[in-house]
């Protein structure tokens, strides 16, 4: 079984207009779709497309939250979810013909005994999972060293640790050395102080990474692909004669997909594009409830160019 972490979950309100953004001062949607965003819970809810088992844990509450609870416990995920006090926070994102505009109410506030229950939720979700996601956004009075006492525990307990951090804790992440990273072009800027335009200075960039012991990492180029490297090889994949669907990569996908790769003991290249295939799914394509025959038909269109990285 796989735990998802998700500290803050959001729900992502999607709403499609078929108009300009400058067009009007009133527009009406032609499409609607909520689902969690892009963190634990949309992680869990990737898994459970892959009938690979989880449970999730973080913190949820109020009226977004039960809606949350209820969309993955639906969809066969295993609820470990501390209950709070505060209202678990929206995302609308308003998709114009020209541009996309979002809108995001702030994050949560949690109390100490509301942290004191998810710490002992989340060791009972060691004691039945060897493998551990942490993804998205962070309460807003969380403590500053909470992820990294994640990521510590988890070392402890013998489990691997699969993350995608926050940009404003990306060097005591990588001192943490968890198993695999998934990081985007700005934040591998960010931790070597260089400006890393081309494919070559990506690969020579994450030589630093594997010397912190991170056995995997994951760069997110956008429009340009993904990069998956171990100390010894790589891959890289793009979309062949198409760009991606959403315009983005889903970080909760990526590290799903590679999640299920591992428990099933997939190859590299395999998990590769496993992984690039769930974090390319565009839910507002596919009326928000994809499956195998989606992920499937991506998975045929990646192409993928192997290298060593020595």
């Given at each position: ?272 594009r496993l992984s690039f ?11 928000g409830r994809p499956d ?19």
């Amino acid at each position: 079984m796989i735990l998802s972490v998700d500290l803050n979950p959001v729900l992502n309100k999607w709403m499609e207009i078929n108009s300009n953004s400058n067009d009007s001062s009133s527009f009406s949607a032609d499409n609607e779709v909520m689902i969690p965003g892009d963190g634990g819970a949309y992680l869990s809810l990737i898994l459970s497309l892959l009938n690979e088992e989880s449970t999730i844990t973080g913190f949820l509450g109020g009226p977004t939250g039960s809606f949350i609870r209820e969309y993955l416990v639906d969809s066969g995920v295993v609820d470990s979810l501390v209950a709070i006090g505060d209202n678990s926070p929206e995302r609308l994102i308003l998709g114009f013909n020209d541009r996309e505009i979002v809108v995001s109410q702030k994050g949560v506030e949690i109390s100490r005994d509301e942290i004191t229950l998810f710490h002992r939720k989340f060791k009972e979700g060691l004691n039945n999972c060897e493998l551990v996601c942490l993804c998205g956004e962070y309460p807003l009075n969380m403590p500053e060293d909470m992820p990294m006492d994640i990521l510590h525990l988890t070392s402890e307990w013998g489990r691997r640790m699969l993350i995608s951090p926050r940009k404003d804790a990306l060097l005591e992440v990588v001192e943490g050395a968890p198993f695999l990273i998934v990081l985007d072009v700005e934040s591998m800027e960010k931790l070597t102080n260089l400006k890393l335009e081309y494919e070559g200075e990506l690969i020579r960039a994450s030589q630093y990474l594997f010397q912190n012991d991170i056995s995997f990492v994951i760069i997110d180029r956008g429009e340009n692909g993904l990069l998956v490297m171990n100390s010894e090889t790589g891959v890289s994949m793009s979309l062949e004669n198409e760009s991606l669907n959403s315009g983005r990569f889903m970080h909760g996908g990526l590290l799903a997909g590679f999640a299920t790769g591992m428990r099933r003991k997939y190859d590299f290249e395999t998990t590769s594009r496993l992984s690039f295939a769930c974090g390319s799914l565009d839910f507002r394509r596919i009326d928000g409830r994809p499956d195998m025959t989606d992920i499937k038909a991506l998975m045929k269109k990646i192409d993928i160019r192997k290298f060593h990285n020595q």
